[in-house]
T-cell receptor, first 111, second 114 residues
Framework: EAQVTQNPRYLITVTGKKLTVTCSQNMNHEYMSWYRQDPGLGLRQIYYSMNVEVTDKGDVPEGYKVSRKEKRNFPLILESPSPNQTSLYFC??????????FGQGTRLTVV | GEDVEQSLFLSVREGDSSVINCTYTDSSSTYLYWYKQEPGAGLQLLTYIFSNMDMKQDQRLTVLLNKKDKHLSLRIADTQTGDSAIYFCAEIPYSGAGSYQLTFGKGTKLSVIP
């Protein structure tokens, strides 16, 4: 089954404690991206990757890092999380530009 | 920058048609999408349309694109309670070959009244 898998689904952490949200896709897609969804602000892109070892900033990259060492994985790293990074995060992947698959989301709370 | 606008709420009666509207600003957009998000779930791609098309029909869904007015609509025929969700319009503004950066609207919450 074609899917994008994020882990964890829910996470509560403390300010400053480094964390990683994993994302994996099984469709051999070249393109992957991360979004955050906040009430009243909709979906905003954090980072995206056009292929292995190729990453670029989206609209709201501050406070986040990503890496793309393999085609299937695109982890999102918060080196020093802050409360304003409390949000619902989505990973997505696509290939031709005509389709994009989204993961189920990771709800992160930073206290 | 690019902007995608949608009305925030829509209520319809079960069995009626729903029409969700979206306007976008980038006339060079290549693809336009509709996504559905059910409570507590991720986004599900419903349908998409290429910018050189006027209409696309897929079962109960009809997408209309007015490129001159930069207006996109999603019509859901015979709306069911299971269609209650938030619907997002999204575009890919053209910014070079192989660019896949989606710009989303804020979403329209569709409520279906039994």
């Amino acid at each position: 089954e074609a899917q994008v898998t994020q882990n964890p689904r829910y996470l509560i952490t403390v300010t400053g404690k480094k964390l990683t949200v994993t994302c994996s896709q099984n469709m051999n897609h070249e393109y992957m991206s991360w979004y955050r969804q906040d009430p009243g602000l909709g979906l905003r892109q954090i980072y995206y990757s056009m292929n292995v070892e190729v990453t670029d900033k989206g609209d709201v990259p501050e406070g986040y890092k990503v890496s793309r060492k393999e085609k299937r994985n695109f982890p999102l790293i918060l080196e020093s999380p802050s409360p304003n990074q409390t949000s619902l995060y989505f990973c997505a992947s696509g290939d031709s530009g005509a389709e994009a698959f989204f993961g189920q989301g990771t709800r992160l709370t930073v206290v | 920058g690019e902007d995608v606008e949608q009305s925030l709420f829509l209520s319809v009666r079960e069995g009626d048609s729903s029409v969700i509207n979206c306007t976008y600003t980038d006339s060079s957009s290549t693809y336009l999408y509709w996504y559905k998000q059910e409570p507590g779930a991720g986004l599900q791609l419903l349908t998409y349309i290429f910018s050189n098309m006027d209409m696309k029909q897929d079962q109960r869904l009809t997408v209309l694109l007015n490129k001159k007015d930069k207006h996109l609509s999603l019509r859901i025929a015979d709306t069911q309670t299971g269609d209650s969700a938030i619907y997002f319009c999204a575009e890919i503004p053209y910014s070079g070959a192989g660019s896949y950066q989606l710009t989303f609207g804020k979403g329209t919450k569709l409520s279906v009244i039994p």
